[in-house]
Structures are given as C-alpha cells and as structure tokens.
Nanobody, 124 residues
Framework: QLVESGGGVVQAGESLRLSCEYS????????MGWFRQAPGKGREFVAA????????SYADFLRGRFTISRDNHDNTVYLEMNDLKAEDTAVYYC???????????????????WGQGTQVTVSE
C-alpha cells in the first residue's frame, strides 16, 4: 500500500515536500517513483529512484527544481519541490515498479503499484 501526503495550496516560488509512506517489504527493494496528472492531461513522469536511492531519474522539464529521495528505515519516499510554478499544479502520485531494483523507467506502464494521489495547487 502506498499513501501520499504533503500536498496543498502554495504561491508560485514556494516549496512543498511530498511523502509517500509504503507498507509491505517488497517496496524496500524496488524502484519507486512520482508521477503527476493535471486536469485534462495524461499521467506524466516526474522522478524515480532505485531501491537504495543511488540511481535517480528526473523529467527534463524540472530543470533541477525537484529532488527525490527515500528512507527505507522509515518506509518513505519523498519529493522535495522548490520554486513551484503554476504549471506544476496537478495530482501527484507515488508508484512502485516491483519488477526492478534499479534503472528506473519513465513510463507509467512499468509501475504496478499506485497510491491515491495528493493534490498540489500553485497559485500565481
């Protein structure tokens, strides 16, 4: 089970940190990622990392504003989001790809576990 938290309403330029708490030993040893979906758009890759956090992948449009990390002792994956923009407004989903431990993939089709999502709204 994956449970996201930390979403909210912020002003452009502010920061938020999303958390994804997972239960189940399988998630300690697989790729985890964040995706987002804005109204009227498809699900979009944001970031992902390997089982130990040593291998990360980010969407090109982020330009260094977001950082993904994980703490396997606390069973949590984080997404630190800085310099938020109105176009970052979306529902953010945590996901897990239990078929691999590293080399995170950007396609949502590879992820077989999903959380319910948390809303992030950025106002200008």
């Amino acid at each position: 089970q994956l449970v996201e938290s930390g979403g909210g309403v912020v002003q452009a330029g502010e920061s938020l940190r999303l958390s994804c708490e997972y239960s189940g030993r399988i998630f300690n040893s697989c790729v985890m990622g964040w995706f987002r979906q804005a109204p009227g758009k498809g699900r979009e890759f944001v970031a992902a990392l390997s089982w130990n956090g040593g291998d990360t992948s980010y969407a090109d449009f982020l330009r260094g504003r977001f950082t993904i990390s994980r703490d396997n002792h606390d069973n949590t994956v984080y997404l630190e989001m800085n310099d938020l923009k109105a176009e970052d407004t979306a529902v953010y989903y945590c996901a897990a790809d239990s078929s691999r431990i590293d080399s995170p993939d950007k396609s949502p089709d590879h992820y077989n576990y999903w959380g319910q999502g948390t809303q992030v709204t950025v106002s200008e």
